[in-house]
């Protein structure tokens, strides 16, 4: 059983910017595609970004495209996601994911087995 801690969240200013990090209990942590997604009050979660087993291969949604940037460090099993210039629609609990079912990055929830408990980021205008 994969455990996943996000850390990180908080609160900030339009424009600020925030690093959200999250810590897995696996030794084979390099094994596992890792996402990163968020959810709204009232809205389903979405697909924030993906991150291929190499850490090579990225997707991210429109949304954050060129303002958020995930990483993986898989000597310190954690997954990264900076995030830059932010907006007050990009405040959401974000939860971090992961899954041995692919080898690439992927979008659907579905395809990810593994979640954080999810940390609030709250953007003020």
């Known amino acids: 059983q994969v455990q996943l801690v996000e850390s990180g969240g908080g609160l900030v200013q339009a424009g600020g910017s925030l690093s959200l990090s999250c810590a897995a209990s696996?030794?084979?942590?390099?094994?596992?595609?890792m996402g990163w997604f968020r959810q709204a009050p009232g809205k389903e979660r979405e697909f924030v970004a993906g991150l291929s087993l190499s850490g090579l291969s990225t997707v991210y949604a429109d949304s954050v495209r060129g303002r958020f940037t995930i990483s993986r460090d898989n000597a310190k099993n954690t997954v990264y996601l900076k995030m830059n210039s932010l907006k007050p629609e990009d405040t959401a609990v974000y939860f971090c994911a992961a899954t041995l079912r692919r080898s690439v990055a992927t979008k659907a929830p579905g395809n990810y087995d593994y979640w954080g408990q999810g940390t609030q980021v709250t953007v003020s205008s």
């Open positions: 696996e030794r084979t942590f390099g094994r596992f595609v």
